[in-house]
């Protein structure tokens, strides 16, 4: 029998769902201690915060997950759905300078 923390891993590793949610806990945790600090603005299209479009943290890597991308519902959504929203690569990658 595998120690528990070693079955944990391994158990994690094996779903991308299981993962993302794990990389959310930790991140949420790092928002509460202060470890995390959450902006006003999108830091892809520079809007506003609010209640209707919020800054989510996004998540590039899920094994990283205090390395986040603060972003707004909408363009939060375009990360997740780029075919959908019409998001160019270099947008998604990170490179704004093409905007």
Known sequence: MQP?????RTYMAASNWT???WAIGKTQSA????LLVRPDVCSMCASQGNRQ????????????PIEVRWVCRECHKRLHY???SGVSEELIR?????Q
Do not use: C, F, Q, T
């Open 31 to 34: 928002i509460k201690s202060g």
């Open 53 to 64: 479009n919020p800054i989510l943290a996004h998540h590039d890597d899920y094994a990283k």
């Open 19 to 21: 993962l993302s949610a």
């Open 4 to 8: 528990r923390k070693v079955h944990n």
């Open 82 to 84: 780029p075919l959908a």
């Open 94 to 98: 990170g490179n704004h300078d093409n």
